[in-house]
Nanobody, 125 residues
Framework: VQLQASGGGSVQTGGSLRLSCAAS????????MAWFRQAPGKEREFVAAVRSSDRSTYYADSVKGRFSMSRDNTKNQGYLQMNSLKPEDTAVYYC???????????????????WGQGTQVTVSS
């Protein structure tokens, strides 16, 4: 499986960005697509995820109500709509894919074997 992330950029506080993640290759059913982010000097952290089966979504508390994740299974693409961006959202954002994850595993980066290359999001005050 190959993942290609795009859509990052620079915005001011309160602005919006939409990230896209295009998946290709041998994509299994029952997969979960997720976004993680990593700021300089910090560990990679979970942002959001969506299941392919029922499109259930999961969010980190820090982005709940501001970010929205969706996917188009026919195109094997996932999207992260980011609104009301804050300087603390500044990070490199990575999309990832795992299969048959139980709910308790969705937020753990170690459960995702496939990763995209990352896209920079910079929010200035």
């Amino acid at each position: 499986v190959q993942l290609q992330a795009s859509g990052g950029g620079s915005v001011q506080t309160g602005g919006s960005l939409r990230l896209s993640c295009a998946a290709s290759g041998r994509i299994v059913t029952g997969n979960t697509m997720a976004w993680f982010r990593q700021a300089p000097g910090k560990e990679r952290e979970f942002v959001a995820a969506v299941r392919s089966s029922d499109r259930s979504t999961y969010y980190a508390d820090s982005v709940k109500g501001r970010f929205s994740m969706s996917r188009d299974n026919t195109k094997n693409q996932g999207y992260l709509q980011m609104n009301s961006l804050k300087p603390e959202d500044t990070a490199v954002y990575y999309c990832a894919m795992g299969s048959r994850l139980i709910t308790s595993s969705i937020r753990g980066p170690g459960h995702y074997p496939y990763w995209g290359q990352g896209t920079q999001v910079t929010v200035s005050s």
